[in-house]
């Protein structure tokens, strides 16, 4: 059964500075992999898909990779802002079975950059 | 482009009442759809996924319901709200065999 780890829980920084976030899964069968983001009592915002062929993904100031032989991707943002303080989270798409795919979702990333 | 609706953003109901929250999907036909529920404190957890109209699964026992009544439209329902109902409710859609996600805007449910 695929579990997802993400660390550290919380994360409290300056502006300005690079972040990595991480995430580990104990099935390093991954299908595909997609980080989100959650701002306080909203849903949930997409932010990069990695599909099960590619390394990585960049949008803007962030950077995902993933790295299958050891079962795990990291988010990177480059030049923190306040703006990024919010919940990060990464989830497996495990493989189809009949038609659909579930996410399995790590806990989390709490996110807080300060002025 | 493809858009999803959920609603309503907030409620509070007291012990015992029923429950229907609604979500649709514009701008595309034959999604998956699910439920997902985010407990304070928690991860995510699915609750219900659907490939097609009439067709529920449930990924745990629990005091909910849902149904697909057409093909862009998802309810989640309860006939009696217990307290551990409380949550926060996301729908989400994807693509039959492709991958990423799309989630709504949640619901806030507090039961009382």
């Known amino acids: 059964k695929q579990e997802v780890t993400q660390i550290p829980a919380a994360l409290s920084v300056p502006e300005g500075e690079n972040l990595v976030l991480n995430c580990s899964f104990t099935?390093?069968?991954?299908?595909?992999l997609q980080w989100f983001r959650q701002d306080p009592g909203k849903g949930l915002t997409s932010l990069l898909l990695?599909?099960?062929?590619?390394r990585e993904q960049t949008s803007g100031r962030l950077n995902a990779s993933l790295d299958k032989s050891s079962g795990r991707s990291t988010l990177y943002i480059a030049a923190s802002q306040p703006g990024d303080s919010a919940t990060y989270l990464c989830a497996d798409l495990s493989g189809e079975s009949g038609g659909y795919n579930k996410l399995i979702f790590g806990a989390g990333t709490r996110l807080a950059v300060h002025p | 482009s493809q858009t999803i609706h959920q609603w309503p953003a907030t409620l509070v109901q007291p012990v015992g009442s029923p429950l229907s929250l609604e979500c649709t999907v514009e701008g595309t036909s034959n999604p998956n759809l699910y439920w997902y529920r985010q407990a304070a404190g928690r991860g995510l957890q699915l609750l219900f996924y659907s490939v097609g109209i009439g067709q529920i699964s449930s990924e745990v026992p629990q005091n909910l319901s849902a149904s697909r009544p057409q093909d862009r439209q998802f309810i989640l329902s309860s006939k009696k709200l217990l307290l551990s109902d409380s949550g926060f409710y996301l729908c989400?859609?994807?693509?039959?065999?492709?991958?990423?996600?799309?989630f709504g805007s949640g619901t806030r449910l507090t039961v009382v």
């Open positions: 989400a859609w994807s693509r039959p065999r492709e991958s990423g996600y799309t």
């Open positions: 990695i599909q099960s062929s590619q």
């Open positions: 099935d390093s069968a991954i299908y595909n």
